[in-house]
């Protein structure tokens, strides 16, 4: 009898450790840290933002404890925008006129201003490139008038670019047959002779452009009015180098601006969050910096505040501050303290 209390006893205690083992597991479970999950908004996948935002996910994933980022192909400026104040993503890149237009509540966004947009840092430079067929009679945007004209894709920062110029020159899309595609559909419809020219925003020497200017003669558009560039004050006038394109042997001008990483006010991110992660992507460069050519001569440090066009967030503002940089009191957004 007592040796059956005796077994009775140890299995008990036995059952009882476990338990407490059992306990001490779930515990240690329940407390391990939580992972948050994040996405950048990009471009498509043809140019260099899509690849760009992919390598600095990356860069967050493996030097930001507690923070997993994804890279996501995505419409790019006005979709990131409305992604960004949705709350939909917690980054997302934006040409700086579209992101100036959303922030002030003008334009497209008179009914959804975006006053929650923070931007973190400047990336590569978009260009407003206008093409046409060298035996084209097209000299000008006012020549546009009753020609079919690739604008970009519905919706788009592109897009919204094209309305924007059109306007300058007293057109509207009433006034000529707009096609509303990307702009590697409008390469092919140029060469094809089913459009007359095409506006498009994208990076120097793009593999789309590289294609056209390649295998079929095309002649540029200038911007040269001062006028013009009074009338955008978020374009800079840049010309392009003679020959920078095959058969395009002069000089031309074009409107320039830069494409903005932005936050949003809206995420679950705290400003110490914002700062590490900024922090990662500047302090490990070599991961994402080559990615492509553009990437590689445009997204630096010394001009990462260069052009922004809405107020900074508190933890980009912590980092480049501590990298020596003096902020422009008109990026201090309205929680800065």
């Given at each position: 009898?007592?040796?059956?209390?005796?077994?009775?006893?140890?299995?008990?205690?036995?059952?009882?450790?476990?338990?407490?083992?059992?306990?001490?597991?779930?515990?240690?479970?329940?407390?391990?840290?939580?992972?948050?999950?994040?996405?950048?908004?990009?471009?498509?996948?043809?140019?260099?933002?899509?690849?760009?935002?992919?390598?600095?996910?990356?860069?967050?994933?493996?030097?930001?404890e507690g923070i997993a980022s994804t890279g996501e192909a995505t419409a790019a400026s006005v979709e990131n925008v409305r992604n960004l104040t949705s709350g939909k993503l917690v980054?997302?890149?934006?040409?700086?006129?579209?992101?100036?237009?959303?922030?002030?509540?003008?334009?497209?966004?008179?009914?959804?201003?975006?006053?929650?947009?923070?931007?973190?840092?400047?990336?590569?430079?978009?260009?407003?490139?206008?093409?046409?067929?060298?035996?084209?009679?097209?000299?000008?945007?006012?020549?546009?008038?009753?020609?079919?004209?690739?604008?970009?894709?519905?919706?788009?920062?592109?897009?919204?670019?094209?309305?924007?110029?059109?306007?300058?020159?007293?057109?509207?899309?009433?006034?000529?047959?707009?096609?509303?595609?990307?702009?590697?559909?409008?390469?092919?419809?140029?060469?094809?002779?089913?459009?007359?020219?095409?506006?498009?925003?994208?990076?120097?020497?793009?593999?789309?452009?590289?294609?056209?200017?390649?295998?079929?003669?095309?002649?540029?558009?200038?911007?040269?009015?001062?006028?013009?560039?009074?009338?955008?004050p978020f374009w800079s006038r840049y010309e392009i180098p003679a020959s920078t394109y095959a058969n395009v042997d002069t000089v031309v001008t074009v409107p320039i601006s830069r494409?903005?990483?932005?936050?949003?006010?809206?995420?679950?991110?705290?400003?110490?969050?914002?700062y590490r992660i900024v922090k990662a992507i500047w302090e490990n460069r070599e991961e994402w910096g080559n990615v492509t050519a553009s990437v590689s001569k445009q997204v630096i440090?010394?001009?990462?505040?260069?052009?922004?066009?809405?107020?900074?967030?508190?933890?980009?503002?912590?980092?480049?501050?501590?990298?020596?940089?003096?902020?422009?009191?008109?990026?201090?957004?309205?929680?800065?303290?």
């Open positions: 009898m007592k040796k059956f209390i005796v077994i009775l006893l140890v299995i008990g205690l036995c059952g009882m450790g476990l338990f407490a083992q059992g306990e001490k597991e779930e515990a240690t479970t329940s407390a391990a840290p939580q992972i948050k999950r994040i996405s950048i908004g990009t471009a498509g996948t043809a140019g260099s933002l899509y690849p760009m935002g992919v390598a600095m996910s990356e860069t967050i994933t493996n030097h930001v980054m997302g890149i934006s040409q700086s006129e579209i992101a100036w237009l959303a922030y002030n509540g003008n334009g497209d966004f008179e009914k959804r201003k975006a006053s929650d947009l923070r931007s973190l840092f400047s990336t590569i430079y978009s260009y407003i490139q206008v093409f046409t067929l060298s035996n084209s009679p097209i000299e000008s945007i006012a020549d546009f008038k009753g020609k079919a004209i690739g604008v970009g894709a519905a919706g788009s920062g592109g897009e919204m670019a094209s309305r924007m110029i059109l306007g300058y020159y007293g057109l509207t899309y009433d006034d000529i047959k707009p096609q509303f595609i990307p702009e590697s559909e409008a390469v092919s419809a140029l060469k094809d002779n089913k459009i007359a020219a095409f506006i498009c925003t994208h990076p120097l020497k793009s593999a789309a452009l590289m294609d056209l200017t390649n295998s079929a003669k095309v002649k540029m558009i200038s911007f040269t009015d001062p006028a013009f560039y009074e009338a955008f494409v903005l990483m932005l936050t949003s006010t809206k995420t679950n991110l705290t400003d110490e969050e914002v440090l010394e001009t990462a505040l260069s052009e922004l066009s809405v107020p900074m967030h508190n933890g980009a503002i912590k980092y480049f501050t501590e990298k020596g940089f003096t902020i422009d009191p008109k990026l201090f957004p309205p929680e800065y303290k």
